[in-house]
């Protein structure tokens, strides 16, 4: 800490940096309470992924081309010519991958622990709209390869917001730049990707890190009494956030960049064929992320299909002004986690049934076919269709 | 870099090696994550070299016929820009790169001299500064005309 003390010290001696400085020490040491695990890093993984797919997305964007002709092309420039280049894209590509599921783990995390409930409603608001930013990061990204995979899955995926009622058809029009998936999309998820979610996504970072700093991790007693001092959290086990917890946090850095690293090299994502807007391939599938609404869309009708998952964000957006009991601690809240674990179960179910769906599977030693709706269908030895 | 709270003089000797170990496995890691980038980012292999034959900036062979007398023009030859003059029948070759700061030099006729358009260097037809700030001259490349190409001597 020598060269920041200096560094400090010659700034402090020209700018007024001082009060700042601590101010910022205080609440950096803060300690976080006894019940604080590893389940408490993942937010700060989530930080540490989005560095690395911000290096490795500048540095794909040096050579990559956002166009319908040299996209695909580019790509497979990237992967197969420039040193590295294919370490890089398939760090990017898992590094999305890791950052939607620790995402996940992070808000569901924090809906078991309670932290959520007041006063820190804000900080879960700015949350899920970070979660939001994430999917969107995916969403807009899939497309940039411009292989068959990513034409087909944007072309089902801004197909259906077209069914909703009144404004369907022009959010629709307004995501694709016109009435098919072509230059103008391909543009728009580019300046999406690159530019506008990157600024959201700082800035609504930025804030939610600054409230979960300020206020600190949430403690697990009830909202109605007050929460423990510093003194106290200490006393009760709680360590300081730096350099404790930030140790702790570093090590969990570096187990998601081991495997990171792993599924880069041992399991790369292959590019499909280039685009072809006249030729659908057969079993098209979103990434694993968004199956469970693209299955949805094979149950229900479209409007409604389209519908859910929005009602559902909307009421995750909002749980900690709907959810305003005083208990934090899960065991206090059967019901609560009730809910959520039925919707848990639900969303995992319409995962899996997305996943099998239009696939042949062995199971117990028979050969199955799973139809559009994951209903399966066994095969007979001889080849023809069973029940 | 010491990042205990609660040190005594006894621990001092355990926590300074781990200190050393942290650091070198920190610079370590910033290693490993810095190579691969610098040899992402490190010039690609270059453009195969056009060979022996003065192309025009599309890759098209000049046509001789094009040079006519007293004229010159820049072209490419084994992808670096060579300036092309015929004068009294025979065709004259120079590395168009100006000495001075890499800007490619030109023929003047009117002049009888070659140009460089940034800070008005002037070569003779045999390379060698006349006037301006080139530190040397520029070298003088042997052409030949095979049908209607040019090529290197």
């Not at chain 1, 956030?241 to 850095?253: D, K, L, V, Y």
């Not at chain 1, 098209?284 to 859910?308: D, G, N, R, S, T």
């Amino acid at each position: 800490m020598k060269i920041l003390t200096l560094i400090i010290e010659w700034a402090s001696d020209r700018y007024p940096v001082k009060p700042a400085w601590t101010r910022i020490s205080h609440h950096v040491r803060k300690p976080v309470p006894a019940h604080t695990n590893f389940l408490f890093t993942l937010g700060s993984l989530a930080i540490f992924l989005f560095a690395i797919q911000v290096v490795t997305g500048l540095l794909m964007m040096v050579y990559y081309k956002p166009s319908v002709r040299d996209a695909y092309a580019s790509v497979l420039f990237i992967t197969e010519e420039v040193p590295f280049g294919w370490l890089i894209r398939q760090v990017h590509t898992w590094g999305a991958n890791l950052m939607v599921l620790v995402v996940l783990l992070h808000t569901l995390k924090t809906f078991i622990y309670g932290g959520y409930k007041r006063p820190r409603e804000m900080t879960w608001v700015l949350g899920v709209m970070l979660f939001g930013i994430v999917l969107g990061f995916g969403f807009t990204g899939y497309l940039l390869p411009w292989d068959q995979l990513a034409f087909w899955a944007t072309t089902v995926a801004t197909e259906a917001p077209g069914s909703m009622p009144f404004a369907g058809p022009f959010i629709a029009e307004l995501m694709r730049g016109g009435p098919e998936v072509g230059e103008a999309t391909l543009g728009r998820f580019f300046v999406a990707h690159v530019a506008l979610l990157p600024i959201a996504l700082l800035g609504v970072m930025a804030l939610h890190l600054l409230l979960v700093r300020l206020q600190g991790t949430s403690p697990l007693e009830r909202t109605d009494v007050p929460e423990p001092t510093s003194e106290e959290k200490l006393q009760a086990g709680g360590k300081p956030f730096f350099p404790h917890h930030m140790i702790t946090e570093g090590i969990a850095a570096y187990l998601i960049l081991g495997i990171l690293l792993t599924l880069a090299i041992l399991a790369p994502f292959h590019l499909a064929e280039p685009a072809n807007p006249f030729e659908t391939p057969v079993g098209i599938k979103p990434e694993w992320y968004f199956l469970p609404m693209f299955q949805l869309l094979k149950y229900l009708p479209e409007p409604v299909a389209v519908a859910l998952p929005g009602i559902f964000g909307l009421v995750l957006l909002l749980l900690p002004f709907i959810d305003r009991s005083v208990e934090r601690h899960p065991k206090k809240r059967p019901v609560a986690m009730a809910l959520g674990a039925a919707v848990l179960v639900i969303t995992l179910t319409l995962g899996i049934l997305g996943k099998v769906s239009e696939t042949n599977l062995t199971l117990f030693g028979s050969d199955y076919h799973f139809d559009a709706k994951g209903i399966p269908h066994l095969i007979e030895k001889d080849g023809g269709p069973g029940q | 870099m010491n990042i205990g709270l609660d040190m005594d003089s006894n621990s001092t000797t355990r926590r300074s090696v781990l200190d050393v170990l942290l650091g070198l496995g920190s610079i370590a890691s910033v290693v490993g994550a810095i190579s691969p980038v610098l040899a992402y980012l490190s010039p690609l292999a270059k453009q195969v070299s056009s060979g022996n034959t003065l192309e025009d900036k599309n890759g098209i062979p000049v046509s001789a016929e094009s040079l006519t007398e007293g004229s010159g023009l820049v072209g490419r030859l084994g992808g670096l820009p060579v300036l092309a003059i015929r004068k009294n029948g025979q065709i004259l070759g120079y590395s168009a790169v100006c000495t001075h700061l890499g800007c490619v030099v030109r023929w003047s006729p009117d002049k009888d001299r070659i140009e460089c358009p940034c800070h008005g260097g002037q070569f003779n037809l045999l390379g060698a500064v006349v006037s301006g700030p080139p530190p040397e001259g520029i070298q003088p490349i042997t052409l030949r005309v095979e049908g209607n190409r040019i090529l290197r001597g």
